[in-house]
């Protein structure tokens, strides 16, 4: 889905500055000793209809990133403002309302259903919550978002131990747009799933997309998964976005050496051996350095096969290179 | 031989596309009532319960009623299990000391139950300082010997009534039950689903009443059951050692406490066994029961 009309251009979220530390208590007083940078100074927007795909490892603090922006967990620092509300701040009394307008699928569709609730009162839940519909206009809801998954009404009366790990995924979609939000975070909703249904789950999320005109942060850990649903993808690093660009621009142009090497790292078959297109892997050495205490300047320059002596000392900020397309990167900046 | 019988159930089940769905819920009655032992605990524990209920038309005696004519008497036709050391007639106190040995087991469960459902809840939902708090507080009351305790609150009381002793029991067993719930809410905290709740904004009522409690359910059920068993023995002992409910009212464990006579205990047996037997038996059944729940609640712990 290409955006080109101002209209759709609006901005539905605007993440500012968001900072997420947890505490490392120690000692046998249980002192904060120091800060677990998860999210350390991330900002972006998410404009209407668009989908935004979060790339990064295990770790780098995707995952809490969307639960801070949906205030699951609380910030440290920084604002999130949706639909032009500032929520960041908002007591958790005062942003139920909100809730109506965001919703969250996770990952693993097993840990994320009661499993002592059946579908039809799993996906009625959100409806009873918001409180707002008589029972039977739940019930047609909940009838008709069933099947907009692809389930049968008749599903209603089952229990998740009765469904494969898609159709529980199927689920949880359900459960997050009954109430028609505007803004879906995606945790991972297929890295669960075999290889063969994640394909099916990403084509109906699209599809729902369209249907309902949702805008989607979508959250992965490899880049083929994120390259099928998004517009623009951003990569993230120890907490912050190394680079964040239009699809197109990201796939065919990577600009930081942590997103060619995620790149190259997905398997290609290549049958023409003789190809010119034949890419080098760019093998990443080394795990990612513990966010409690990051490398000094660029967190990237431990594994960098680029780095140079001004990435320990500098740390590089996200500069606009082309037009939406922005890198972390000192390798494109003046002294 | 059983599982293949399981098998084909499910074989057959999966063939029905019309057949009804069952919760969670649903399954565990369904494997609780295929478990024997359970069942045989149950149908027991129902006699003698109706045992108790029905006292008044099993026996036309009363059982505070002594008749210091006929001390120590041995079965006959009007006493079928002979009198007590005040007259008064053994049979009858049998069946009307099952009530308070039950009521006094059943009351003392709910009691403690309630405590440690809602401090355990409080704990384990809300953590930090509250939690520390009530942890802090079982800590206090395990590290307090029971039976001393028991006996000093009963002591300075003097004059001990159903209700004082199932307080005593209660408040000094609910730890134990605290500690279950709060474990099981720690845990499940921790889970999606529960992110899941709160992102639709539900509110804490709701989380902790649709989500935590009935995922929770199963071992608190089981623990409280086989407490129920414990609380039993706890006012037997303490009635045996004379720090119970006091005479005339019968429980079994004042009953047994005639058999501290050397002359009771040798020549009648009537007097002391069947108090002894109600005791072990309804005990077993109920252990035979919370077995059974444990293994209807939690699949994997099936040994059969």
Known sequence: MTLTTKDEQEILVDVKNIKKYFPIKGGVLKRTIGHLKAVDDVSFTIRKGETLGIVGESGSGKSTLGRVILRLLEPTDGQVIFNDVDISYLSQRKIRPQREDMQIIFQDPFASLNSKMSVGQLVEEPLIVQGKMSKEERKKRVIEIIEKVGLRADDRQKYPHEFSGGQRQRISIARALVIHPKFVICDEPVSALDVSIQAQVLNLMKDLQDDLGLTYLFIAHDLSVVKHISDRVAVMYLGRFVEIAPKQALYTNALHPYTQALLSSIPVIDLNEESNHKQRKIALTGDLPSPANPPSGCTFRTRCPQAHDRCAIERPELIELETDHFVACHLYSEE | ?304
């Open chain 2, 1 to 304: 031989m059983q599982t293949s019988q399981n098998n084909t159930i499910q074989i057959e089940s999966i063939d029905q596309p019309d057949r009804k769905h069952r919760s969670p819920l649903q399954l565990s009655v369904h494997r609780f009532l295929k478990n024997k032992l359970a069942l045989v605990g149950i149908i027991v524990l129902f006699v003698i319960i109706l045992g108790a209920i029905f006292a008044p038309y099993l026996t036309d005696h009363d059982p505070r009623k002594s008749n210091l004519m006929l001390v120590e008497q041995g079965p006959s036709s009007d006493n079928i299990l002979g009198t007590d050391a005040s007259g008064r007639d053994n049979f009858a106190r049998l069946l009307y000391g099952a009530r308070v040995s039950l009521t006094v087991g059943f009351s003392a469960m709910l009691f403690t139950l309630s405590i440690g459902l809602v401090l355990g809840a409080l704990a384990g939902y809300y953590g930090g300082k509250i939690d520390n708090f009530i942890m802090r507080l079982t800590d206090l009351v395990l590290a307090l010997p029971f039976l001393v305790l028991a006996l000093t609150i009963i002591a300075l009381l003097g004059k001990v009534t159903i209700g004082i002793f199932v307080t005593v029991i209660a408040i000094t067993s609910w730890p134990t039950l605290t500690r279950i719930v709060r474990g099981s809410f720690l845990s499940l905290r921790e889970q999606e689903f529960v992110l899941g709740a709160r992102a639709i904004g539900a509110s804490d009522f709701r989380i902790i009443f649709r989500h935590f409690i009935p995922n929770a359910i199963g071992p608190i059920i089981v623990n409280a059951t086989l407490m129920m068993a414990t609380m039993i023995i706890i006012e037997s002992a303490l009635s045996f050692i004379g720090f119970g409910i006091p005479q005339p009212t019968p429980t079994w464990g004042n009953m047994i406490s005639e058999a501290q006579s050397i002359r009771i205990l040798r020549y009648h047996p009537e007097a002391w066994i069947p108090p002894g037997v109600g005791i072990l038996v309804t005990v077993l059944a109920i252990n035979f029961i919370g077995d059974g729940l444990r293994d209807a609640f939690d699949p994997k712990s099936d040994r059969r």
